[in-house]
């Protein structure tokens, strides 16, 4: 038996699909006497998701219930958007025929620079022609224990020489501090490190032999 090691691995064999998959920013609204608003930043902005089973035999059931319970007491899970676990250009036949210097392309870039307004990052080791269209997705570790998640904002082609591509892009939320440059940069089945949101999960026994399961899960270690 191999033990159970975190973050745990999103249980791709399990049929749990994807309701939501949105960044929340902390901030506080209130307003003024006068009409004004007044806004606070009270943290960095993490992602959310809001996920659920279809109606699972008692095996699958059995499954999903298994895999919650090692969740509990705030442990972690690499969570990714199950809309857009490839870029859109590459749904339907992954990277199929794209290469890099020559060899097959493994759906990774590296992280060349951030520019100084935090939301255009430079990746490197692509292919010449790899498209991201808006809404698509990249993550990287930035240290020990945390995993950036950013989304496409604007469409970008890979342009380069010697079989190696590179772009410019826009991302949200804003790149946060402690990206190290030669960082591996994920394009298939990007993640997030997330945990349960307590009190969310919930379970409905459908007859003797179906039942179906919902949970709410946000950003750890952002």
Same mark, same amino acid.
């Given at each position: 038996?191999?033990?159970?090691?975190? +973050?745990?691995? %999103?249980?791709? &064999?399990? !049929?749990?699909?994807?309701?939501?998959?949105?960044?929340?920013?902390? =901030?506080?609204?209130? !307003?003024?006497?006068?009409? /004004?608003?007044?806004?606070?930043?009270?943290?960095?902005?993490?992602?959310?998701?809001?996920?659920?089973? +279809?109606?699972? &035999?008692? $095996?699958? %059931?059995?499954?999903?219930?298994?895999?919650?319970?090692?969740?509990?007491?705030?442990?972690?899970?690499?969570?990714?958007?199950?809309?857009?676990?490839? +870029?859109?250009?590459?749904?339907?036949?992954?990277?199929?025929? $794209?290469?890099?210097?020559?060899?097959?392309?493994?759906?990774?870039? @590296?992280?060349?620079?951030?520019? *100084?307004?935090?939301?255009?990052?430079?990746?490197?080791?692509?292919?010449?022609? %790899?498209?991201?269209? !808006?809404? /698509?997705?990249?993550?990287?570790? @930035?240290? *020990?224990?945390?995993?950036?998640?950013? #989304?496409?904002?604007?469409?970008?082609?890979?342009?380069?020489?010697?079989?190696?591509?590179?772009?410019?892009?826009?991302?949200?939320?804003? =790149?946060?501090?402690?990206?190290?440059?030669?960082?591996?940069?994920?394009?298939? #089945? !990007?993640?997030?490190?997330?945990?349960?949101?307590?009190?969310?999960?919930?379970?409905?026994?459908?007859?003797?032999?179906?039942?179906?399961?919902?949970?709410?899960?946000?950003?750890?270690?952002?």
């Amino acid at each position: 038996m191999t033990a159970i090691t975190y +973050p745990r691995s %999103f249980p791709t &064999d399990l !049929p749990i699909v994807g309701l939501s998959f949105m960044p929340e920013p902390f =901030i506080e609204v209130s !307003p003024t006497r006068g009409g /004004d608003i007044i806004a606070a930043d009270l943290g960095p902005t993490l992602w959310r998701a809001k996920m659920e089973s +279809p109606d699972l &035999d008692p $095996l699958r %059931f059995g499954e999903a219930r298994a895999w919650y319970g090692t969740l509990l007491n705030i442990r972690e899970f690499y969570a990714y958007d199950i809309l857009r676990q490839y +870029p859109v250009e590459y749904q339907d036949a992954g990277w199929t025929g $794209l290469t890099v210097n020559g060899g097959a392309f493994d759906g990774t870039g @590296y992280l060349e620079s951030v520019e *100084s307004n935090n939301v255009e990052v430079s990746i490197l080791n692509v292919p010449i022609g %790899f498209i991201l269209r !808006p809404g /698509d997705y990249m993550s990287w570790a @930035y240290s *020990s224990t945390r995993q950036a998640l950013h #989304r496409v904002s604007a469409a970008v082609t890979a342009t380069g020489v010697s079989g190696s591509g590179e772009f410019l892009v826009e991302v949200h939320p804003a =790149i946060r501090t402690g990206w190290a440059m030669g960082a591996t940069v994920q394009f298939y #089945r !990007p993640v997030c490190k997330m945990i349960i949101m307590p009190g969310s999960y919930q379970e409905n026994i459908r007859g003797p032999r179906l039942g179906q399961l919902s949970f709410e899960a946000i950003q750890s270690h952002a």
